[in-house]
């Protein structure tokens, strides 16, 4: 059964420092995992842009340019720049439709999803090793950040969304 909007305003209303903390962390563990590299010497390193892509690539398998951009909210010059390095380093490849020979279709490379299963790996060990391997709660706030992924994802969608 889904809140009222009253309640939620009333929950957001009595825990908004700590919405703003979860939302201050999550930003400094990114930055964290990121500005760390990887130890495996295979390990393709990639921007946030190219990330991006990437992870949206591992969900769907196959888009378009334009679908990527709205699934990932990038700017498509910036999808567009993104493409073009991953496929240079083998990550991706662009392909014609074959219903319309207009339409560019884009999916990783066995590369590509090779090198993604390698870095998650990387970042699972560096987040255990960071949490001293204490996994107590860990579905808990999985599911929590899920849920805030796909409530953000879904509210930058929304038509008529003030940006």
């Known amino acids: 059964m889904a809140k009222t ?17 979860l939302a201050d962390l999550v930003l400094i563990i990114a930055r964290e995992i990121q500005v760390r590299g990887y130890d495996d ?5 990639l921007t946030q842009q190219e990330g991006a892509v990437m992870r949206y690539l591992a969900e769907v398998a196959t888009a378009t340019p334009s679908q990527i951009a709205t699934g990932t909210g990038l700017q498509r ?17 662009r392909t014609l ?7 560019i279709l884009v999916h990783r ?3 590509g999803a090779s090198n993604y299963e390698l870095v998650r790996q990387e970042w699972a060990t560096t987040v255990a ?21 796909v409530g953000l994802a879904r509210s930058r969608l929304t038509p008529g969304r003030k940006k």
């Open 5 to 21: 909007a009253s309640t939620a305003r009333r929950h957001l209303r009595a825990s908004s420092q700590q919405w703003a903390d």
């Open 109 to 111: 490379t066995r590369l």
């Open 129 to 149: 090793a960071a949490a001293s391997g204490d996994a107590a709660n860990l579905d808990v706030v999985l599911a929590l950040l899920r849920s805030v992924g």
């Open 77 to 93: 010059t910036n999808v567009s720049a993104a493409l073009r390095s991953l496929e240079a380093k083998g990550l991706i490849e």
């Open 41 to 45: 010497p295979r390990a393709v390193s």
């Open 97 to 103: 439709a074959p219903q319309d020979g207009r339409a």
